[in-house]
């Protein structure tokens, strides 16, 4: 008798009209004109890349780190993965409680929120197979207790997807055309008179320094996002005030302006996505 082989599992891939047209199911037909959550176009580019890159099967579980009011985790629930929320402000998971009851179906994956900090997560060592951590380290002051705690809670072969925001000779200002931020350290600042609004640029030393060495985990190379266009005429312009509205039109750049970017524009990302892989 033959032993039968496993039946495979289908990999789990969110596309960016997937990702869009769950935001509309979890969210409702007013996300396509206001914000009501975190979602912009960087997370259109942003949550298929990190769900392709931790390769996702439903079943696999995932501890999302700084999920605040993201929709990506009940995306991923929906598509069979079990999830982790971590996420420093009980309001925020609360939020996502309270958005979870009244959108789980049967089927789902499973869905554990946890009010704690990636500078200390309560967490056993090497017990995570898979973490995501989306547009949201740069918010972390004490960035080299996150490096740290991701190193030791990731399982041997474990795998990390982060983005962050990113600078190849440092940044001495923050963007034209948003509020006022006033610097506060090498690449990082504070928005004018708004407690806990840190936000931080990362160089390729910092990268290696702060999520690398610690453990010595394996950097896959850098993707980017947001250059020339999408960042200086789009991002850094008046027009700031519109772009986390309009979702249609951030879907379309992100089919078509990000990906001639990537291909033909060789100037600094603001954002870079990478994984870290322990060995
Ligand atoms: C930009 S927001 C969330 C981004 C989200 N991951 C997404 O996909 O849209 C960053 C989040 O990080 C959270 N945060 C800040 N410091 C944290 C910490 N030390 N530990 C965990 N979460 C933290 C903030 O409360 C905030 O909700």
Redo the contacts with the bound molecule.
């Keep these: 008798m033959t032993a039968q082989a496993p039946p495979k599992r289908r990999p789990v891939r969110l596309s960016a009209w997937r990702t869009v047209a769950y935001e509309i199911a979890l969210n409702g037909w007013r996300v396509l004109r206001e914000t009501v959550?975190?979602?912009s176009l960087w997370?259109i580019i942003?949550?298929p890349w990190a769900t392709k890159a931790l390769d996702l099967h439903p079943g696999d579980l995932v501890l999302?780190?700084?999920?605040?009011?993201?929709s990506?985790p009940h995306m991923l629930a929906k598509e069979g993965v079990d999830v982790v929320v971590?996420?420093?402000?009980p309001d925020?998971v609360r939020w996502q409680l309270a958005k979870r009851r009244t959108t789980a179906r049967p089927g789902d994956g499973r869905f554990f929120p946890l009010v704690?900090?990636?500078?200390q997560m309560p967490i056993r060592d090497g017990s995570i197979l898979r973490l995501a951590?989306?547009?949201?380290l740069e918010?972390?002051p004490?960035d080299a207790a996150?490096g740290a705690e991701l190193g030791r809670v990731l399982a041997a072969n474990g795998l990390a997807a982060l983005t962050i925001p990113y600078t190849s000779t440092g940044r001495q200002t923050f963007f034209k055309g948003i509020k006022r931020f006033v610097p506060v350290g090498p690449n990082a600042f504070v928005q004018e008179g708004k407690v806990?609004s840190f936000f931080r640029f990362y160089t390729d030393e910092d990268i290696q320094r702060v999520y690398v060495r610690p453990w010595g985990l394996r950097l896959s190379e850098l993707r980017g996002f947001g250059r020339s266009i999408l960042n200086g005429r789009y991002h850094e312009t008046r027009l700031t005030r519109y772009w986390r509205k309009f979702v249609l039109k951030d879907l379309l750049l992100a089919l078509t302006v990000y990906p001639l970017e990537e291909r033909f524009d060789a100037s600094d990302p603001l954002y870079v996505m990478f994984t870290l892989r322990k060995g």
Excluded: K, P, Q
């Excluded at 971590?86 to 402000?89: H, M, N, S, V």
């Excluded at 704690?116 to 500078?119: I, L």
């Excluded at 951590?133 to 949201?136: F, L, N, Y």
């Design positions: 959550n975190d979602f997370r942003e949550y999302d780190v700084g999920s605040g009011t993201s990506y971590l996420e420093l402000d925020r704690a900090s990636a500078t951590a989306v547009s949201s918010h972390i004490d996150v806990g």
